[in-house]
């Protein structure tokens, strides 16, 4: 049970990550395994050395580790993509500059502020993370004990300008019992709409962005309708009283859009059923191709509320 | 072109915006890396706009916006941060913040933000 809490964590986070790494490094990035670390296995072993390694904490909401781990030359290149270079202006230098440091420790900073958000979602609460702190061992014995134990331990692959990297999270059991109560809810909420929805084209394309297989297609995925959007600046909508109108894009005689875990999956009606519940007949199914990548990026910049 | 205090606790962060802001025409007076550092830097250098991160050590940036505005009401300050979650949004508004930049951004954003404070 709880080691599907914790695939979930880790995918979760690597998502979140993926979508932070690529736009430093645009066509550089690609998310690999994630798998759990036996109880009996030094997370930090079998580094490729030398190796830098960042590590972010969630310091409030809930407690947790993570610890990014680079090659040296990953962390040169991502620095250097970072900074708009083809290629790192010293690329045989024994160790980071200053700079390139704290670009290391941004990225990761953006990164676990990204996951962050995406474990505020599934658990309903906001979640804060401490400052980066950014290190570099050049022996495997340097790595080993560094890092606080904990009880349980995700590591999620990834390759980065060519090179191997590695986010691993220190979860400890508070935590798990939250990730799995939070899931266990979800599953329970989406039940009723995903018969309508999880149709074979939409279980494939959330199964494909996390990178797994057939056991996927039991996930519950959130399924919701959209009646219309606006845009307005901050300033209005914090000063905006009871009683006020906000007007949406939707004409009323238009279909509304149904998403599936934030991608545009198809439109339809909104109806009435049983005399009291809204539902949607679905009118057209969208295939992948024709929903565009710029509307799926829209969407996954809205904030996910529920 | 205005004269702006960018405030980071990440140089490579601060360098990044810098660069921006000077691209577009302004002056970057100079820089902060925490909150205690952004409150003495903004009563010393009285920057006519600053970007201010949130997550930072000493002092994190909600705190420091809020002793800047209780300092300069009029101060111009826009939020460059990664936690872009609804409520530090809505925090840094309602403590008096001109705009909010979330993290990864492009040039463009923060000189619009920049701009738009100054507007």
Redesign the interface.
């Known amino acids: 049970m709880s080691d599907d809490a914790l695939i979930r964590l880790g995918k979760s986070t690597s998502e979140a990550i993926s979508g ?1 790494l690529e ?2 490094a645009a066509g550089k990035v690609s998310a690999g395994e994630v798998s759990v670390i036996p109880a009996e296995t030094n997370p930090m072993d079998s580094l490729a050395l030398p190796a830098v390694a960042t590590n972010v904490s969630y310091v409030d909401g809930v407690t947790g580790g993570n610890v990014f781990v680079m090659t040296l030359d990953g962390a040169r290149k991502l ?1 250097a993509a ?2 708009g270079m083809e290629q790192p202006e010293e690329p045989d230098a024994p160790e980071l500059s ?2 390139e440091l ?2 290391v ?2 990225a990761m ?2 990164m676990m ?2 996951a ?2 995406a474990i ?1 979602s599934v658990l309903g609460t ?1 979640v ?4 980066p702190e950014t290190k570099t061992f050049s022996e495997q014995a340097e790595a080993l004990n560094v890092y606080p134990k904990a009880p349980h331990a995700v590591r999620a692959n990834f390759t980065v300008c060519g090179e191997p990297c590695r986010l691993i999270q220190l979860v400890p059991n508070a935590f798990v019992v939250r990730m799995t109560r939070a899931l266990a809810e979800l599953g329970s909420e989406v039940t009723p709409a995903s018969e309508t929805a999880a149709s074979p084209a939409g279980a494939r394309r959330s199964a494909g962005a996390v990178g797994g297989g057939p056991s996927l297609s039991g996930i519950p995925v959130r399924v919701w309708a959209e009646l219309g959007r606006t845009r307005m600046p ?2 209005q ?2 000063g905006m009283p009871s009683g006020s109108v906000v007007e949406l894009n939707q004409a009323a005689d238009e279909p509304i859009d149904l998403y599936v875990n934030g991608t545009l999956f198809a439109t339809g009606r909104l109806m009435v059923v049983d005399g009291t519940d809204w539902a949607v007949r679905i009118e057209t199914v969208l295939s992948s191709s024709n929903t565009s990548s710029e509307s799926q990026m829209e969407v996954a910049r809205w ?1 996910e ?1 529920w | 072109m205005a004269r702006v205090l960018v405030v980071d606790d990440a140089a490579f962060m601060r360098k990044m915006v810098s660069d921006a802001l000077t691209k577009g025409g302004h002056e970057v007076v100079g820089e902060a890396g925490n909150g205690v550092e952004a409150i003495a830097r903004f009563q010393e250098l009285k920057p006519e706009v600053m970007t201010l991160d949130i997550t930072m050590p000493e002092k994190d940036g909600l705190s420091a916006l809020r002793e800047i505005i209780a300092l300069d009401p009029a101060a111009r300050v826009v939020m460059c941060s990664a936690l872009g979650q609804e409520s530090k949004v809505l925090e840094s508004i309602k403590l008096g913040a001109k705009d909010f930049v979330v993290k990864p951004f492009q040039a463009d954003r923060v000189l619009e933000a920049v701009g738009k404070a100054l507007g």
């Open positions: 932070v736009m430093f620095a970072m900074m200053e700079l704290s670009a420790s941004e900073n953006q502020a990204s962050a958000m505020s906001d804060e993370i401490g400052t901050s300033a909508v914090v904030p509320s």
